[in-house]
DNA sequence: TCCTTGACTCAGA
DNA sequence: CTCTGAGCCAAGG
């Protein structure tokens, strides 16, 4: 419930964990990055979805189903954020066992492990709106 | 009623 | 590179 919440919190988790479930082992993701591909409400000015996303994920992500892989999903700075219950040796040893390697400041690389959804995945599922002909797709900006 | 507390992120120092 | 503060808000003690 922190700072705000979707209009449709229910909703917003769904897309969160449909994501999520797409996280390839070995791979991660921020919450900010996730946020990205999912469609901001209609009358939300673009600017302030940005600012707050990515809580909206986190929010979600607390209470995230035990069998969609939660521990791919980390922050923007490549650390893990424990999972309340669970603690921060929990979510690295899972992602270690799937060959993640952390650096000595307990940090991911995205260049090497970042994950981003092909195009076809997001338009199948809904998260994007299909491309407007042979016009330039509107993906999203990495970080 | 007031104060604390959230799986966040980014710019600036 | 690390550390702070702002942005923002609802629920519980």
Same mark, same amino acid.
Do not use: T
């Given at each position: 419930?922190?700072?705000?919440?979707?209009?449709?919190?229910?909703?917003?988790?769904?897309?969160?964990?449909?994501?999520?479930?797409?996280?390839?082992?070995?791979?991660?993701?921020?919450?900010?990055?996730?946020?990205?591909?999912?469609?901001?409400?209609?009358?939300?000015?673009?600017?302030?979805?940005? =600012?707050?996303?990515?809580?909206?994920? /986190?929010?979600?992500?607390?209470?995230?189903? $035990? #069998?969609? +892989?939660? %521990?791919?999903?980390?922050?923007?700075?490549?650390?893990?954020?424990?999972?309340?219950?669970?603690?921060?040796?929990?979510?690295?040893?899972?992602?270690?066992?799937?060959?993640?390697?952390?650096?000595?400041?307990?940090?991911?690389?995205?260049?090497?492990?970042?994950?981003?959804?092909? =195009?076809?995945?997001?338009?199948?599922? /809904?998260?994007?709106?299909?491309?407007?002909? $042979? #016009?330039? +797709?509107? %993906?999203?900006?990495?970080?």
């Amino acid at each position: 419930m922190p700072f705000s919440s979707p209009p449709n919190p229910k909703n917003y988790a769904a897309k969160v964990y449909e994501l999520v479930r797409a996280i390839p082992a070995g791979r991660v993701m921020a919450y900010g990055h996730i946020a990205v591909f999912i469609l901001p409400p209609l009358e939300m000015d673009p600017g302030q979805y940005l =600012r707050l996303s990515p809580r909206w994920v /986190g929010q979600a992500m607390a209470n995230c189903p $035990d #069998d969609a +892989p939660w %521990q791919r999903v980390i922050n923007s700075q490549g650390k893990v954020s424990p999972r309340p219950g669970y603690g921060p040796m929990m979510q690295r040893s899972l992602l270690e066992q799937e060959g993640v390697i952390f650096d000595d400041k307990e940090r991911v690389d995205f260049e090497q492990y970042g994950w981003v959804p092909e =195009r076809a995945w997001l338009v199948e599922h /809904g998260f994007v709106a299909p491309p407007p002909e $042979d #016009d330039e +797709p509107p %993906q999203p900006a990495l970080f």
